[in-house]
């Protein structure tokens, strides 16, 4: 099993992007889902998280108010809308997942390949 991420792309600020993200290859129930996003000579930070249990959400402050995660558990996928955009949200985005392997029963995390966010001033 694999993440996939889609969405990505260059923007210009104030602007809209939607990142989405699915496991594919095999059977992966999902239980909670974090976007990370790192830019060129930075540290990896976290995003925005959320759980499938109760729904809970996570933003980190500079973004609270602009994007929203989100779940889709009919397709399995999960959505980072970002609004608002600007040029200090360029970066690489990533995907990770922790949940249940339907092929192995295993508990597992997993990371996207990552999908690059340019935000033009």
């Known amino acids: 099993v694999q993440l996939v991420e889609s969405g990505g792309g260059l923007v210009q600020a104030g602007g809209s992007l939607r990142l989405s993200c699915a496991p594919s290859?095999?059977?992966?129930?999902?239980?909670?889902v974090g976007w990370y996003r790192q830019a060129p000579g930075k540290q990896r930070e976290l995003v925005a998280s959320?759980?499938?249990?109760?729904?809970?959400?996570i933003y980190t402050d500079s973004v609270k108010g602009r994007f929203t995660i989100s779940r889709d558990n009919v397709k399995n996928t999960v959505i980072l809308q970002m609004n608002s955009l600007k040029p200090e949200d360029t970066a690489v985005y990533y995907c990770?997942?922790?949940?249940?392997?339907?092929?192995?029963?295993?508990?597992?995390?997993?990371w996207g390949q990552g999908t690059l966010v340019t935000v033009s001033s």
């Open positions: 290859g095999s059977p992966f129930s999902i239980n909670v």
């Open positions: 959320i759980h499938n249990g109760g729904g809970s959400t």
């Open positions: 990770n997942a922790a949940g249940l392997d339907g092929l192995t029963d295993k508990y597992l995390e997993l």
